[in-house]
């Protein structure tokens, strides 16, 4: 029955999963290989909260090959069932071939669910094991970012690009895109420079990294040119929130009041809340002698900042207990929102247990 359910997996998965049942039955309910391929049949017919009981019941599933689990890891994925393919991974023991690389995707899996420790674990793990590997760094660079740690997440990214040559064309341009945004922050900008110019040779200039040119030059000192790219910018993208607020942040400078006004406003009507934008229109508005209309911007700043400060403590938070652990999700997924980071609050809800 395992073998006929093989051979009828591809093209009748429905046929195939009542044969494995079958197999499974007749086996005393102990019979590995034919209990994955069960799973990946029940995947197949969108059945996946069946698929990942079906995984559960294998007794040793560390003793299946690890092609097949990583095999199922990838399909489980594809079909949005991240626990499976979370246990799909951590079945592939240490003393695998295979190891190193189902911890690289594990790794890479909890930074899309959102578990940023964990990517931060994983990757300090691997990096044991494997010192040239670039891939863990740049991961945890993300988690580092996330976790409010610019700091750390630039020397990260610094160390994946130092190894850049075990990275994919997109991995290191990605990393270098990063890179430049927190050496903005940091005010490393010697470092940004370089690496823009690096960028511009590998990958052709995307609206964002002209942005970071003209960020950069504003920084600079070098107002009048980030004036220009701006604008450039904003006849081609007019509705773009990153390009207004730039552009508003140089009229501010410029003393053009009228003109940041305008781009903050439409910025908040596209994200009500960016605290930064908040936080400028305040200031046109209070050096315009509108300081009732200031106050209530610079509220929503001050609010907006308590949830990020807030949302950084719950990150930083690990619950054994599961009602602790709900809780702390159910905020997390509630605060993401109002910080308009939709794609982590839907990580969130999909983490409650």
């Known amino acids: 029955m395992f073998r006929d359910a ?20 007749q086996s005393g309910g102990s019979f590995p290989e034919a ?53 799909a991974l951590e079945a592939i023991p240490e003393n695998s071939a295979r190891f190193l690389e189902a911890s690289q995707q594990l790794q890479q899996l909890r930074l899309d669910q ?14 044991e094991q494997q010192q040239e590997s670039a891939l863990p760094r740049l991961l945890m660079a993300q988690a580092h970012e996330q976790l ?24 290191s341009a990605m990393a270098l895109r990063r890179a430049i945004r927190i050496a903005l922050q940091t005010g490393e900008f010697a470092a940004a420079r370089d690496w ?29 040119d980030a004036w220009d790219i701006v604008n450039e910018l904003a006849e081609r993208e007019p509705s773009n929130p990153a390009v207004l607020e730039l552009r508003g942040t ?26 930064g934008a908040h936080y400028k229109l305040a200031q046109i508005l209070q050096r315009t002698g509108r300081g009732t209309d200031a106050e209530r911007h ?18 930083q938070q690990v619950e054994s207990d599961a009602a602790r652990e709900r809780e702390r999700l159910q905020e997390l997924a509630e605060l993401y929102s109002e910080l308009g980071q939709t794609r982590l609050a839907e990580q969130m809800r999909q983490r409650l247990p």
Not at 6 to 25: H, I, K, S
Not at 114 to 127: E, K, P, T, Y
Not at 149 to 160: G, I, Q
Not at 266 to 274: D, G, M, T
């Open 6 to 25: 093989a051979e009828a997996f591809d093209q009748n998965p429905r046929e195939a999963a009542v044969l494995l049942e079958a197999a499974v039955g």
């Open 35 to 87: 209990e994955l391929l069960w799973t990946r049949a029940l995947l197949r017919l969108g059945q996946r909260a069946e698929a990942l009981g079906c995984f559960s019941m294998i007794r040793d599933p560390d003793q299946l090959p690890a092609d097949d689990l990583l095999q199922l890891s990838a399909e489980a994925r594809q079909s949005g069932e991240l626990l499976l393919a979370a246990f």
């Open 114 to 127: 959102g578990r940023f420790l964990d990517v931060l674990a994983l990757g300090r793990r691997i990096i």
């Open 148 to 171: 409010g740690d610019p700091l750390t997440a630039l020397e990260s990214y610094r160390a994946a690009l130092g190894q850049r040559q075990s990275l994919a064309p997109g991995e």
């Open 196 to 224: 823009s110019t690096e960028l511009k040779e590998h990958a052709k200039p995307t609206v964002d990294d002209r942005l970071a040119e003209a960020e950069l030059l504003r920084l600079t000192g070098e107002a009048a």
């Open 250 to 275: 140089l009229a501010m400078e410029r003393s053009d009041e009228m003109v940041a006004e305008r781009d903050f406003r439409e910025v908040l009507r596209k994200q009500s809340w960016n605290k």
């Open 298 to 315: 610079f509220a929503e700043n001050r609010r907006l900042t308590e949830i990020s400060v807030r949302v950084l403590a719950l990150q």
